[in-house]
């Protein structure tokens, strides 16, 4: 079963906007990561935060932790045509020996 | 540094027939995870290797068996193949004793079961 659930499914933004994703999660974590999947092909890792940490910044790309609502958003700032893809949110538990899972994804289509 | 590379890119399949897809893993890893990924869902988790051995394992049935090499690349097989295993299959490779288990994934096989 899934861990992580985005909120909006489907998000359809004007290039130049800014996407905002929301994942939320069920079980207590140590750190959750944000991936692109473009076109059903492999997974991009984007960003980690940390459970100790609030917000992340990385390029256009902020992330926010909430561990009390056991929650995340992913902003995108100026948006551009190249960012449509899917985002997914996961989780994980603590280290490399904890499996990491995946949310059920937002599809981001940016109309140039 | 080569990445994650995954083989074969597609396969097509018939019911009941065994599958094996093969995976290396990113320079300096040691840990691969396998996934299942159907249409228009996040990645499942399979099961993860480490040292050779199965560590970790997901939600699926004893047809998913894995293997790890002692240079940690790693196999996936799936027997009595079933229509509902129609899906992107994603290795992903990892550092064992990582914090914060960073994961690199392949490009993925497309395995078609008809």
């Known amino acids: 079963s899934q861990q992580g659930e985005e909120d909006p499914q489907a998000l359809s933004i004007q290039e130049g906007e800014n996407a905002t994703m929301n994942c939320s999660y069920k079980?207590?974590?140590?750190?959750l990561q944000w991936y692109r999947q473009n076109s059903g092909r492999g997974l991009v890792h984007l960003i980690l935060i940390r459970s100790n940490e609030r917000e992340k910044h990385s390029g256009r790309l902020r992330v926010t932790l909430d561990t009390s609502k056991k929650s995340s958003s992913l902003l995108i700032t100026a948006s551009r045509a190249a960012d449509t893809a899917s985002y997914f949110c996961a989780t994980a538990l603590s280290g490399g020996y904890q499996k990491v899972t995946f949310g059920t994804g937002t599809k981001l289509q940016v109309i140039p | 540094d080569a990445g994650v590379t995954q083989s074969p890119t597609h396969l097509i399949k018939t019911r009941g027939q065994q599958v094996t897809l093969r995976c290396s893993p990113k320079s300096g890893h040691d840990t691969v995870s396998w996934y299942q990924q159907a249409l228009g869902q996040g990645p499942q988790f399979i099961f993860q290797?480490?040292?050779?051995?199965?560590?970790q394992r997901g939600n699926f049935p004893d047809r998913f068996s894995g293997h790890q090499f002692p240079n940690y690349s790693s196999e996936l097989n799936v027997n009595a193949l079933l229509l509902g295993d129609s899906a992107l299959y994603l290795c992903?490779?990892?550092?064992?004793?990582?914090?914060?288990?960073?994961?690199?994934f392949g490009p993925g096989t497309r395995l078609t079961v008809l």
């Open positions: 290797y480490y040292e050779e051995e199965e560590r």
């Open positions: 992903a490779s990892s550092l064992y004793r990582s914090s914060y288990n960073e994961q690199f």
């Open positions: 079980t207590s974590i140590n750190n």
